[in-house]
């Protein structure tokens, strides 16, 4: 049996687990991930593989990791999360576990997993909106990611076609797609919609306790559930901008699916069918004829593992 290890390093753990050539999870485990500390980080990941590997023999490592990474898989040109800039990962990953070592970007391995193991493996080509603190984005187009000429395509979260001179991003543009449709975007809506309008937002305030300000991401999507206006109309707001951005790729790509994942896709039909109506909208005469259907991703936070453990496995053939 082929056994390789996919590692996902993010803003608070760094999640291993050990996948077979079926997608098939068999052991999983984490660390904290000590965030300002890059040598820790590299710990970290050791101790990780160190832990899955015993008692298996294991082929090879594939690494996910927010950020830019180069087109040769080895290097973090910049991870602001991480506080890494020309991180050669790869190489230090591989000197302290002694395997070959695939270093790709977090979203990549994600639409990657669905790819080959989830909601998009009857497709060729697919699109993967992850929708978290921020936007990213993953793309493959006739089963190949799309990694551009340095390695940092389909950053689909710093788009901005639908809000060109909007609000300031942290990548230091103006109106990028994270700032209108992400979790903290969805917040945001909220909370100025309830300061606004606070008798159309009664359940969410009483969630929050009278405060606009202290309204979370749960309690928009709890009060939403219970029929506020103000927070289904959170969840219309950043709908409006990933169904037009949905729009965009249909265009551009041509995809098989479309895939909403993160951890706002929990909240279900909430955001899926704002999404899908505000996407109908806009895709204009494009809708007359076939497109691709907008639904949730399959693997939830197995995507990641699953997918950087099999570019790990076929790292000979890199797609």
Known sequence: MSLTIGVDIGGTKVGGGVVDENGNVLATTRRPTPAEDTPGVIQAVKEVVEE????????????????????????????????????????????????????????????????????????????????????GGGIVVKDNLLRGTNGVAAEIGHTRSVMPDGRQCGCGRHGCLEQYASGRALTRAAQEGAAEHPAKAAILLKLAGGDPESITGRQVTEAARQGDEVALGAFDFIGYYLGNSAADMVNLIDPGVILIAGGVVDAGDLLLDPIRRHYQEALGNRAKVPVAEVRAAELGSKAGVIGASDLARHREVVP
Do not use: C, F
């Open 52 to 135: 899955l590997r015993e008692g298996r023999e294991i082929e090879a490592v594939g690494i996910g990791a927010a950020g830019w990474i180069s087109s040769d898989r080895s290097t973090v040109m910049l991870a602001p999360n991480l506080s890494w800039q020309n991180e050669p990962l790869r190489d230090k990953v591989a000197a302290a576990i002694d395997l070959p070592v695939v270093v790709e970007n977090d979203a990549n391995v994600a639409i990657w997993g669905e790819h080959k193991y989830g909601a998009a493996k009857r497709h060729r080509s697919s699109v993967l909106y992850t929708i978290g603190t921020g936007v």
